[in-house]
């Protein structure tokens, strides 16, 4: 698409809700950019996980170790104009003082949800994408670049509400043998 193409699709996005009924039709690839654009049924679903937890970290060095557990506060809100989750995590680390901040959104065009994650701990970005089912049930997968071997690592994320207010997220990783384990816990509750 040509620079004046994305310009006025841009443009359609921001005065979308704006244009008069006698306003010229538009094209398809004007329409193509404004249905990409609109938050939908999966932005809502998103929406309603928006607000403040207290969260309890599990995080395992290597498979079969005990785990490391700490604590945090969690504040989610959609931004954007309801396109995307946005979540400030504050707690400990390895004992250490931590910040991390994730997006999560859904693609109307590809038809996936995606989500990116840096923190204090890093100057790394997490990208991943995936699917969620009918019961908001979600898996994910990602890369991230491995701070040991500098090559590409590949991540799975699971995420599933066990009740209106509790969300458990768990996140996978190769071992140094290349097989998968669990290497973090994040135990969700929403306050009030």
Same mark, same amino acid.
């Given at each position: 698409?040509?620079?004046?193409?994305?310009?006025?699709?841009?443009?359609?996005?921001?005065?979308?809700?704006?244009?008069?009924?006698?306003?010229?039709?538009? +094209?398809?690839?004007?329409?193509?950019? #404004?249905?990409? /654009? @609109?938050? !939908?049924?999966?932005?809502? =679903?998103?929406?309603?996980?928006?607000?403040?937890?207290?969260?309890?970290?599990?995080?395992?060095?290597?498979?079969?170790?005990?785990?490391?557990?700490?604590?945090?506060?969690?504040?989610?809100?959609?931004?954007?104009?309801?396109?995307?989750?946005?979540?400030?995590?504050?707690? +400990?680390?390895?004992?250490?003082?931590? #910040?991390?901040? /994730? @997006?999560? !959104?859904?693609?109307?065009? =590809?038809?996936?949800?995606?989500?990116?994650?840096?923190?204090?701990?890093?100057?790394?970005?997490?990208?991943?994408?995936?699917?969620?089912?009918?019961?908001?049930?979600?898996?994910?997968?990602?890369?991230?670049t491995d701070p040991v071997t500098?090559?590409?690592?590949?991540?799975?994320?699971?995420?599933?509400?066990?009740?209106?207010?509790?969300?458990?997220?768990?996140?996978?990783?190769?071992?140094?043998?290349?097989?998968?384990?669990?290497?973090?816990?994040?135990?969700?509750?929403?306050?009030?």
């Open positions: 698409m040509s620079k004046l193409g994305f310009v006025m699709g841009a443009a359609l996005l921001v005065g979308g809700a704006a244009i008069a009924a006698d306003a010229p039709k538009m +094209t398809p690839e004007q329409e193509a950019w #404004m249905k990409a /654009g @609109m938050p !939908g049924a999966q932005h809502a =679903t998103l929406a309603k996980t928006a607000g403040e937890y207290d969260a309890k970290v599990k995080t395992w060095e290597k498979p079969g170790a005990a785990p490391t557990e700490e604590s945090a506060t969690v504040s989610r809100k959609m931004d954007l104009e309801g396109r995307v989750l946005v979540e400030e995590f504050h707690g +400990t680390m390895a004992g250490m003082p931590f #910040m991390g901040h /994730g @997006m999560t !959104g859904y693609d109307n065009t =590809t038809g996936k949800y995606w989500s990116t994650w840096n923190d204090s701990m890093s100057t790394a970005l997490a990208v991943s994408s995936g699917s969620c089912d009918a019961k908001n049930v979600c898996t994910f997968k990602g890369t991230m500098k090559k590409p690592m590949t991540t799975r994320m699971t995420s599933r509400w066990t009740s209106p207010s509790v969300e458990v997220f768990e996140m996978y990783a190769p071992d140094e043998k290349g097989k998968e384990y669990k290497m973090m816990e994040i135990t969700y509750t929403k306050k009030g």
